[in-house]
């Protein structure tokens, strides 16, 4: 089992920076990648981004130049530093991580609201 803890969440005006942190715990070892998505109020929850052990990056094309994932291994944690923020951003914001050879995420965390205001 995996647990994920996110933070860093929060009100901020648009253009604004804000970042997420997802601390793991369990057995980590196992993930073969690390991903956030988002949920705005009345909408589907949608992928944002995804990072693999191997380091290899995806985005979602909105998001792409403005948001950045990476991993701090010695602190268990992935992030996600969000910059140039706009006000369609904002959603709650879940981590996941995925086992290997799985096409869907297996573990999330309860989410951490962003909000963008204009």
């Known amino acids: 089992q995996v647990q994920l803890v996110e933070s860093g969440g929060g009100l901020v005006q648009a253009g604004g920076s804000l970042r997420l942190s997802c601390a793991a715990s369990?057995?980590?070892?196992?993930?073969?990648?690390w991903a956030w998505y988002r949920q705005a109020s009345g909408q589907q929850r949608e992928w944002v981004a995804t990072?693999?052990?191997?380091?290899?990056?995806n985005y979602e094309d909105s998001v792409k130049g403005r948001f950045t994932i990476y991993r701090d291994n010695a602190k268990n944690t992935v992030y996600l530093q969000m910059n140039s923020l706009k006000p369609e951003d904002t959603a709650v914001y879940y981590c996941?991580?995925?086992?290997?050879?799985?096409?869907?995420?297996?573990?999330w965390g309860q989410g951490t609201q962003v909000t963008v205001s204009s």
């Open positions: 990072i693999t052990t191997g380091g290899s990056t």
């Open positions: 369990g057995s980590i070892f196992s993930i073969s990648a």
């Open positions: 996941a991580a995925r086992l290997p050879g799985r096409s869907n995420f297996d573990y």
